[in-house]
């Protein structure tokens, strides 16, 4: 490789530069919700002094854990300038085929087919969701099919793969190790919060310092220009698609775990939310920008949003609404503010 080549690899693999200003700007971005959330906290009060209560707290954090990882996973795709719309059925159906394959033909209202130990429910539920992301891969990358309508019409095939598996009924016989990783506290925190944050850590991490992280927003700046400069394109857009069916996947064993059952619904209208909690926390819908921070203030601000209504009597049939309405408001604001058109 000349020296040229090496130098515009190297390039190619930093976030794009800016002027002095707009890089400041690009900063304060990530930490642009940071007040919002203190603002939300002091009307939170004002509304129900049960709000700073640490059950009350925790309670929200606990609430945030499976959407945070659907999030982590949908941030991780938009920076390479794809999405993944199946997210919101593979919480739920993962699960129930790990669940299927493992549980007792016999003995318990859901029939399953018994095949492997039931200890291998976690590792299996992971490699669903592995293949999940694997399979939209290959639809997008190699029969290059139109990633949106290619993974809406994968999220309407899981949605009914997990009515048809589990009969339209909720499955209440969970294993112990699903149970687990959902209803256990270190150090008085729900354990799904402290593996929330880790999962966020490494991303966030690996996004900052490694070679292949960095590459995720030079494909998503420009593929070409990436795909010019040595990098595999295809084979780490391909793996981002993986990692977060494998995120998805295990979203939906904390969430399973947590209410001791997989619905017929289990995840149903998520993806919404996480385009919402995606947007106003500063991933460019165009690729190669936002950071997991800013994410993971998106989704706090969304759940913080959510339980001052509840506390303040506001019924929960306009979270839709509402959700909806910052994610216009949230294109707007970036709209103007980045000065580029959104297509």
């Not at 854990?65 to 159906?93: F, K, N, P, Y």
């Not at 200890?119 to 639809?139: D, E, H, K, R, S």
């Not at 990098?231 to 494998?246: F, K, N, Y």
Request: charged letters at 10%; glycine letters at 12%; a positive charge.
């Amino acid at each position: 490789m000349t020296d040229t080549t090496q130098l515009t690899a190297d390039r190619a693999l930093d976030v794009p530069e800016r002027p002095g200003r707009k890089l400041d700007f690009a900063r304060w971005r990530d930490l642009s919700l940071v007040p919002v959330i203190l603002v939300l906290c002091l009307i939170g009060f004002i509304v129900s002094p049960a709000f700073l209560t640490a059950d009350n707290l925790v309670g929200v954090v606990q609430q945030s854990t499976e959407l945070s990882l659907l999030v982590l996973a949908q941030a991780l795709i938009l920076i390479c300038h794809r999405m993944d719309l199946s997210l919101e059925s593979t919480i739920g159906v993962a699960p129930v085929i790990a669940m299927w394959l493992v549980l007792p033909a016999h003995g318990s209202r859901f029939a399953g087919l018994e095949l492997l130990p039931v200890w291998t429910a976690i590792p299996v539920c992971l490699l669903i969701g592995a293949l999940i992301g694997g399979v939209n891969g290959f639809l997008i990358l190699k029969l290059r099919v139109n990633g949106f309508i290619a993974t809406l019409g994968m999220l309407t095939m899981l949605r009914g793969l997990h009515i048809g598996i589990a009969e339209g009924q909720s499955i209440v016989n969970v294993p112990d190790s699903f149970r687990y990783l959902g209803k256990t506290s270190w150090l008085g925190v729900p354990a799904a919060v402290w593996i929330c944050l880790a999962l966020f850590a490494a991303g966030g991490a690996a996004l900052a310092y490694l070679r292949h992280g960095r590459a995720l927003y030079a494909i998503g700046g420009n593929a070409e220009a990436a795909r010019a400069a040595g990098i595999r394109v295809d084979r780490i857009t391909w793996i981002v698609l993986c990692v977060g069916g494998v995120l998805a996947a295990f979203a939906g064993i904390l969430y399973t775990g947590h209410y001791g059952s997989v619905s017929a619904n289990q995840g149903n209208g998520w993806i919404f939310q996480v385009f919402a909690a995606a947007v106003i926390g500063g991933i460019s819908l165009n690729g190669g920008r936002g950071t997991l921070f800013g994410a993971l203030t998106g989704v706090l601000t969304l759940q913080l949003v959510v339980n001052v209504m509840t506390l303040g009597g506001v019924p929960p049939l306009w979270n839709q609404f509402l959700n909806g309405a910052i994610i216009i408001i949230a294109l707007v604001i970036s709209r103007f503010a980045s000065g580029e058109k959104q297509d």
